[in-house]
């Protein structure tokens, strides 16, 4: 489930981007975020009663929708400076730290080309199992939890309108490849294309007892959410 924040004049003005000369005619540009926006959000799911679900950060340029391509991530107070994270694909991952919040905390993160405003977007994810072969009943497991944390953002009313999950979707940093599904002597090719790949209810029931092997970093899962 992803999330887009109306943009408040509060909000906006805390997501507004700086170009910074400091004596370079072509230093990167950089942008400017209030970490108290962010750490509000990782509230949600910081006492850890949704498992290894989470919520994913992205910038997107509310002008044409696209992503917002960042290079490094930190936050700052007065007193410290703490290093955040910022994967291939431009999600932005903060430490969860209340003296961060208590403090002040901006967040500073480097944009690989120029926006006059990027906007938050949450999306609900999970941390896939180590390894190059992942045991289905994880999996599972995961989506579960996903499902328990898009019930909570919804809302005691919204949950009942969610889309149907349909399954996984597993995002990997190699573009393109194949897995297996293997569960004893049978087994099933699922090839990838773009950096996902879909693994459905019908799969992950099929194969329960089973693993599905990767030849592929593994960046996050995300629901596979049914399109009405």
Not at 32 to 45: E, I
Not at 154 to 178: N, W, Y
Request: charged share 20%; with cysteine; hydrophobic share 40%.
């Amino acid at each position: 489930m992803t999330r887009r924040y109306g943009v408040t004049k509060a909000v906006r003005q805390s997501l507004l981007g700086t170009l910074l000369l400091p004596g370079l005619a072509l230093a990167e540009p950089v942008l400017d975020l209030q970490y108290s926006t962010f750490y509000s959000q990782m509230k949600t799911f910081a006492k850890g009663e949704f498992g290894h679900a989470r919520l994913g950060f992205y910038l997107t340029d509310p002008q044409n929708g696209q992503r917002c391509g960042l290079t490094f991530a930190r936050v700052a107070t007065d007193s410290k400076e703490v290093a955040g994270e910022v994967t291939v694909d431009s999600e932005l991952r903060l430490p969860f730290d209340e003296g961060l919040n208590l403090d002040k905390g901006i967040v500073t993160v480097g944009l690989k080309e120029e926006h006059a405003t990027c906007d938050m977007t949450v999306q609900v994810m999970a941390d896939a199992p180590n390894g190059p072969e992942l045991p289905l009943a994880e999996l599972a497991a995961r989506q579960q939890q996903m499902q328990s944390l898009l019930d909570k953002m919804a809302g005691m009313v919204g949950k009942h309108f969610l889309p149907k999950m349909e399954g996984i979707r597993i995002t990997l940093v190699q573009q393109s490849g194949t897995a297996y599904l293997i569960d004893g002597a049978r087994q099933e090719a699922l090839p990838w294309q773009e950096g996902h790949l879909l693994l459905s209810n019908e799969q992950l029931a099929a194969f329960a007892a089973g693993q599905l092997r990767l030849q592929g970093d593994v960046l996050r899962l995300t629901p596979w959410l049914h399109k009405g």
